[in-house]
């Protein structure tokens, strides 16, 4: 029989729907039975493309001795941390003050009163060298409860004091130098770069796209061509790499080595809009082709396979598929990966000599780290050789050996689509996507492709008519009709920016409109009014033991590091000073951190810098355009904005009747221009930052 997951509209929480655990979501009646029957809970947290999420479901929590044990002694409580990431970050900041690491699924055990008291994350069922198994841990836990209660909940007291502690964010009153903080984070990204593969830190490695949006910006206004070499050696080894699916665009989630070969083959929406931005602004900066090619990619992939038929965008896609040898099963990667012999079946003897030599296919298979034996004789697309080397090597022209790869990838592509595809997590969030309309609004304005801009404001009404309630309320989470739980900051900031982005690049003055009430409403719901700086939720919840402020720019920038960008932007676009007065107490909150751990806040400083530097206004008036936009738009300009005349608070009439351009800094502006030599002069001479 179902358990009450199957009432829920998570994907992640329907995967548990049937198992033998009897699951309970986060909610009153799973609190109200732990204090009743005066049981701890056991809380899972995790997403529906997790593969060791997947992995212990299978081990324990289909197992019928293990859901005993939990269904006696404890209140098994299911999340999402997608849709809940408020009480994820809580317990996730227990887990890794308790433990100094962390990850999903998380699996924490709290008192009737929500106090964590233990917590890890994957378990095995039986027990290893040196690791109890789930099943005894939960029979240990369970005796403790019943015979060291006092013990428990002194811990309990103890740690939740200590997390309020860390939780409070609040200045010291010291300055910010802007310029030696962007040093000092330069010189730290530096110190962990990998300057052979590229990517910071050791294995496994992450995309980090908010270190990339610092060191354009710091490269843009010091010349540090380190600063630029990093980024660019890194999505350079990451587009090669296993990580970047090399037939139907698009990045995984990590890779489990250095070379970006081996991936966690989930591909999450938040990756493809972070990522799709880096690659255009490389474009914007280096010229290269190949850069605006990785971006396309990205693009297309999430217009093919993660856009809803109303324009939203999906949340992810899983890591596990249906192994095509083995119908049934599930294995990691399998929609991705292929034999020699199955490449060959498709392509032709002849094309699948060049494609080996090009994507490094081999007959035995080339994952040679292989621990649990996943990928036994498979392929893992990768750029083995360039395009050139390949052509040089059988003697072909470039152009004719590129147009056969390209049909071995449409055919290739074409056979892949007739395997059962990857789960697919069809929940629509508003923060990722926000962070995805702002990737296709950008890859409108750098890429001319109309399309793309399509897509963002699609996105944009999807939001607005599925999103906000009828008296204005930001929702976060859409599935199958419906939509709910309240939103948390990232949901008002993420859309925000949306807004702000695709208004410059269609002029619509409805979006500045709305973005302006959603940071009034931003500002009004989670503000800290005596410290600076903005709460992740807005009080309201009874059931959550803590309130913090999200102070780290990981796979995704904080709430705060973006809502510092917005108001930024808003002052920039309006000249209106209490959004820069706001975003100044905000980093006078986080000045400390700033100071003493700039990396941990990479794009906190983007918008430091943004709020330091001179602005460039280019504003546009009588006709359109069409030559005089696009060149505003071509060259990477990240403190500029893009706008038009009947929008601003300052007179700037048409020459003539003809199209205008007015290039101003800080709204001072230099002589009108009307035609594309006169205004690429004004752009070409830049600005001096103070």
């Not at 992450?206 to 630029?228: K, Q, S």
């Not at 505003?632 to 020459?655: C, G, H, I, K, S």
């Not at 035609?675 to 070409?684: H, I, P, S, V, Y």
Request: charged share 20%.
């Amino acid at each position: 029989m179902p358990n009450r997951l199957a009432y829920e509209a998570s994907p992640y929480l329907l995967q548990h729907a049937n198992n033998p655990v009897d699951w309970y979501p986060w909610g009153e009646e799973a609190f109200e039975k732990a204090r009743a029957e005066d049981k701890p809970i056991f809380l899972s947290i995790g997403y529906s493309t997790c593969h060791w999420c997947h992995v212990m479901e299978h081990e324990s929590f289909e197992n019928d001795t293990i859901a005993g044990l939990l269904n006696e002694h404890f209140v098994p409580v299911k999340v999402d941390r997608e849709e809940r990431p408020d009480v994820d970050r809580i317990y996730m900041m227990f887990l890794q003050a308790t433990t100094g690491s962390g990850g999903w699924p998380m699996s924490i055990f709290l008192t009737p009163e929500l106090k964590p008291f233990f917590g890890g994350t994957y378990y095995a069922p039986e027990s290893r060298p040196g690791r109890p198994g789930f099943g005894l841990m939960l029979q240990k836990l369970a005796e403790a409860w019943a015979g060291d209660r006092a013990h428990i909940l002194d811990s309990g007291e103890a740690v939740l004091a200590e997390l309020r502690k860390y939780s409070v964010v609040r200045g010291d009153g010291s300055a910010l130098d802007q310029a030696a903080l962007s040093a000092k984070l330069g010189e730290q990204l530096s110190g962990i770069f990998d300057s052979k593969l590229g990517g910071f830190g050791a294995q496994p490695k992450f995309p980090r796209p908010v270190i990339y949006n610092f060191l354009l910006r710091h490269h843009h206004l010091t010349g540090n061509d380190e600063a630029l070499e990093m980024v660019t050696k890194t999505l350079d080894e990451m587009a090669r790499g296993g990580i970047h699916d090399q037939l139907g665009g698009g990045f995984h989630r990590y890779s489990v080595d250095a070379q970006w070969f081996v991936p966690h083959f989930e591909k999450m929406l938040y990756d493809q809009a972070q990522l799709a931005v880096s690659y255009l602004e490389a474009y914007q900066i280096t010229r290269e082709t190949r850069y605006a090619n990785v971006a396309r990619g990205i693009l297309d992939y999430v217009l093919r396979e993660m856009t809803s038929p109303e324009g939203g965008f999906y949340s992810a896609e899983d890591a596990d598929s249906e192994d095509p040898a083995k119908p049934g099963q599930q294995r990691e990667g399998a929609f991705f990966v292929w034999t020699y012999d199955e490449i060959a079946n498709v392509i032709g003897e002849r094309a699948m000599t060049w494609f080996a030599y090009r994507y490094g296919c081999v007959p035995n298979g080339n994952v040679h780290h292989d621990p649990q034996q996943e990928f036994a004789r498979q392929n893992i697309l990768y750029e083995s050789r360039t395009v050139q080397e390949t052509a040089q090597r059988f003697g072909l022209p470039v152009s004719e050996m590129n147009a056969a790869l390209e049909e071995a990838k449409v055919k290739l592509m074409a056979s892949r689509g007739a395997r059962t595809r990857p789960g697919l997590d069809d929940k629509v969030l508003t923060s990722w996507n926000g962070m995805m309309i702002s990737a296709f609004a950008k890859g409108a304005m750098v890429l001319d492709e109309a399309r793309y801009l399509t897509a963002a404001q699609r996105g944009i009404a999807f939001l607005r008519q599925h999103l906000i309630t009828h008296d204005g309320v930001l929702l976060r989470r859409f599935r199958q009709g419906e939509a709910a739980i309240p939103g948390f900051l990232d949901d008002y900031v993420f859309f925000a920016q949306a807004l702000l982005d695709v208004h410059q690049a269609d002029f619509d003055p409805r979006h500045l409109a709305l973005a302006r009430t959603l940071v009034e409403d931003f500002v009004d719901l989670f503000d800290d009014e005596f410290h600076g700086g903005f709460y992740t939720t807005t009080g309201a919840d009874p059931d959550l033991i803590l309130r913090v402020k999200d102070d780290y720019d990981a796979s995704e920038p904080s709430g705060n590091s973006a809502a510092a960008g917005v108001l930024v932007q808003m002052h920039a676009i309006t000249g209106e000073a209490p959004y820069l007065a706001t975003a100044e107490r905000l980093f006078g909150a986080f000045a400390p951190r700033l100071t003493e751990a700039p990396h941990t806040l990479p794009q906190m400083m983007v918008a430091l810098l943004a709020a330091r530097t001179p602005h460039r206004q280019v504003v546009f008036a009588g006709p359109y355009d069409a030559e005089l936009v696009r060149l505003a738009r071509r060259d990477f300009a990240p403190f500029q904005t893009v706008l038009r005349a009947e929008w601003t608070q300052v007179a700037m009439p048409p020459l003539d009747g003809k199209p205008t351009a007015y290039v101003c800094q800080n709204f001072a502006c230099q002589l009108p221009v009307t035609d594309a030599e006169g205004l690429a002069t004004q752009l070409q001479a830049g600005f001096k930052a103070s």
